[in-house]
């Protein structure tokens, strides 16, 4: 019989534990609208990340233009916003390490055309005539855009 004690890993020395990392996903209005929140959701927990937060949030004109800070001007970034504004978003706080990649590795390319199967765009995603606007999800990119984005979705967080 296997002594359960013997398998147990020894309590992680919290001087050592890396800070867990945070990034924001977003559940855009045509994943919310097509009723994927919760598939999206299972995804993130299947991959073994945590929930800090989740919020279904009608975004406003001026939340858009600085979260898509880098895209004002764009030929794409009103009809994003449009898009963005077209119904409730689910705003969400994901944890663990290296989140940050791993959610975009589980997102997929921005293309829901070309992006990979099993990935969110990949399997649930597609060209509903608008090219690669309606794509699911948001996430963040770097650590200082998770930082500011979680700042403007959840700025009591
Ligand atoms: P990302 O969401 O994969 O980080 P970004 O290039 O940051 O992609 O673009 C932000 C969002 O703007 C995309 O997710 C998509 O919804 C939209 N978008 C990007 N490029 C285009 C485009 O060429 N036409 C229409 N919408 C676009
Ligand atoms: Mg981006």
Same mark, same amino acid.
């Given at each position: 019989? /296997?002594?359960? *004690? ?8 919290? &001087? ?15 994943? $919310? ?19 800090? *937060? ?5 975004? /406003? ?29 689910? &705003? $969400? $706080? ?14 997929? *390319? ?35 855009? *998770? ?11």
């Amino acid at each position: 019989m /296997t002594d359960v *004690a013997e398998n147990t890993l020894p309590a992680a020395d919290p &001087a050592e534990t890396p800070a867990v990392e945070r990034t924001l996903v977003l559940v855009k209005p045509d994943g $919310v609208r097509r009723g994927l929140s919760g598939e999206v959701l299972r995804r993130i927990e299947a991959k073994g990340y945590g929930l800090a *937060a989740v919020q279904l949030v009608t975004a /406003t004109p001026e939340l858009l233009e600085a979260h898509y800070a880098e895209h004002v001007g764009k030929p794409f970034y009103q009809p994003l916003v449009d898009f963005m504004l077209s119904g409730p978003t689910l &705003a $969400v $706080v994901a944890e663990g390490q290296d989140v940050i990649k791993g959610f975009r590795s589980l997102a997929g *390319a921005t293309n829901p055309t070309e992006a990979a199967p099993g990935t969110i765009r990949g399997d649930l995603g597609r060209d509903w005539g608008v090219k690669v606007q309606q794509n699911i999800v948001h996430g963040s990119d770097s650590p200082e855009s *998770a930082a500011r984005e979680i700042g403007l979705w959840f700025p009591g967080l």
